[in-house]
């Protein structure tokens, strides 16, 4: 999947394809056709970077209710030829989580539309899992005969469908198939069910991992293993050898951590540094200058997950490097330093930025500790970076860092959040906002008054309804 093209933060599209608050104020008072065709946009192209941990389906289906828009674009999206050329689920999944909001919203367009394309379309296994969540029984069992007909009645198909049951994330059509009276259906359903079932006690019956009574020796080999086959395995190998490993075998893991090979290394190095081994701090040094990019790359993981003043000390001597070193020392700083830090982190803040643009990964810990700091002086940088970023996962940290070094975040930005993608944003923007604007006290009374709104949001809303506002 190519990275999605993303429009300038200015512009409507822009707005919306960052799920930003604005996108929505912007689009209710834009032109209904122009406003129409950017959500469109957004929906038929997933603008993110990451779907799978940013949210925009709420969000956008909120905005097609709003604006009374059609779904005849989506249809044809899911409908069209490219649905048996392009089979990633991202392609559909956006559009289809979108249908899901709006069936639950009462939009039965749309849940004519998933059910259709749950019974003929590539990416059916997540309509059927929205279908799950907001259809009723005897939809669902209408989907049976479909649905089944995609697993051939042989050997392969049968193991293949026991599989798709097994691993369902939604297992309630799956349930209700199985009390289906025919044998092409209810039968051939409880079959792969119990298919499933031995092999998930095979599985449970023959582990790979570690065993008790397991040596050092045999994690360290066990995480070369994974290395090899490439499963990097250093945290759960630290965590073995933080289980088998005594005072006397230190020698052997010290060796394994200056001069192991990578897995066995890796390994090693992080169970030092769980355990805060007094050489650790020279091991990770001694690996971020001279060694491999990937002995490297495990040393500073490992030191990022260390904690103790030993850590924070080194890290003050080692934010002044430009290298990975450095960086990880930043964020060390960021998460665990005091007061006294706060210029080093503000000054990787803005280097960071300089160097990387707003949407670099390395920011999402220096905003949450400038937020942590208190360093009022960062604002204007954190604004620039609530703005531009194309992450609405970013752009949540940076309202919460916002909302503890901003005096005007409450007038500002917090209004907007109401209205933001991310149920953590709205959250910051229900306990924030300045309920003196009328926007504000209705956009809280509809977010209290919405069935899909996440309880965490109503629950921020409930504390500001009461002496603040009336509803």
């Known amino acids: 999947m190519f990275d999605p093209v993303i429009a300038p933060s200015g512009t409507l599209l822009g707005l919306l394809q960052r799920g930003r608050g604005d996108g929505t104020l912007h689009a209710l008072a834009a032109p209904r056709a ?8 957004c929906v038929l192209d997933d603008p993110r970077h990451d779907w799978q941990v940013e949210n925009r389906s709420l969000y956008y289906a909120r905005l097609y209710l709003d604006l009374h828009g059609g779904l005849d674009e989506i249809e044809a999206h899911l409908f069209g030829a490219e649905d048996h050329l392009d089979t990633e689920e991202s392609r559909t999944g956006l559009a289809l989580a979108v249908l899901g909001h709006l069936a639950s919203y009462g939009r039965q367009d749309a849940l004519v539309l998933l059910r259709r394309y749950a019974a003929t379309g590539t990416n059916w296994a997540w309509a ?10 005897a939809g669902l069992r209408a989907l049976a005969v479909p649905v089944l007909a995609r697993f051939p009645a042989d050997a392969e198909g049968d193991a293949e469908l026991a599989g798709v049951v097994r691993d369902a994330f939604e297992p309630r059509p799956w349930r209700l198939w199985a009390e289906d009276q025919r044998d092409a ?12 079932s031995f092999d998930r006690w095979q599985r449970q019956m023959r582990p790979a991992g570690p065993r008790p009574g397991w040596s050092v020796r045999a994690v ?13 395995l250093y945290g ?3 965590r073995c050898l933080t289980a088998v490993a005594g005072p006397e075998d230190r020698p052997e893991l010290l060796a394994a951590a200056r001069h192991g090979s990578v897995g066995a290394r890796g390994a090693a190095l992080h169970h030092l540094a769980e355990s805060r081994d007094p050489a650790v701090l020279d091991l990770v040094a001694a690996a971020a200058d001279g060694d491999s990019g990937e002995v490297a790359e495990a040393a500073i993981a490992a030191y990022r997950r260390m904690c103790g003043e030993d850590a924070v000390a080194r890290a003050r001597a080692w934010v002044r490097r430009t290298d990975a070193l450095g960086a990880a020392a930043a964020d060390v700083l960021a998460s665990r330093g005091t007061a006294q830090d706060s210029p080093s982190v503000l ?14 990964p390395a920011l999402g810990a220096l905003v949450d500790g400038a937020g942590r700091l208190g360093i009022v002086c960062a604002a204007p940088v954190l604004r620039h970076v ?22 005007t975040f409450a007038n500002g930005f917090a209004v907007e959040c ?18 003196g604007d009328v926007r504000v006290a209705e956009r809280l009374r509809r977010l209290a008054a919405d069935p899909a709104e996440e309880v965490e949001v109503q629950t921020a809303v409930r504390n500001r309804i009461g002496p603040d506002l009336q509803v």
């Not at 799950?132 to 029984?137: F, K, V």
């Not at 360290?220 to 990097?232: F, H, I, K, N």
């Not at 000054?347 to 670099?360: N, Q, Y």
């Open 34 to 41: 122009e406003a129409l065709a950017a959500l469109n946009h």
């Open 128 to 137: 059927l899992d929205e279908l799950a969540l907001r259809d009723d029984d």
């Open 185 to 196: 259906v209810g039968a051939r359903v409880r079959a792969a069910q119990e298919q499933g």
């Open 220 to 232: 360290l080999d066990w995480a070369q293993e994974g290395y090899e086959r490439g499963a990097v």
């Open 236 to 238: 759960p190998a630290a």
């Open 347 to 360: 000054g990787a803040l803005r280097d960071t930025i300089r160097s990387e643009g707003p949407d670099a």
């Open 386 to 407: 609530y703005r531009e970023t194309a992450s609405s996962q970013l752009r949540g940290r940076v309202a919460r860092a916002l909302a503890a070094t901003d005096p």
């Open 418 to 435: 109401l209205w933001d993608c991310e149920e953590t944003t709205r959250e910051v923007a229900a306990q924030h906002a300045e309920t």
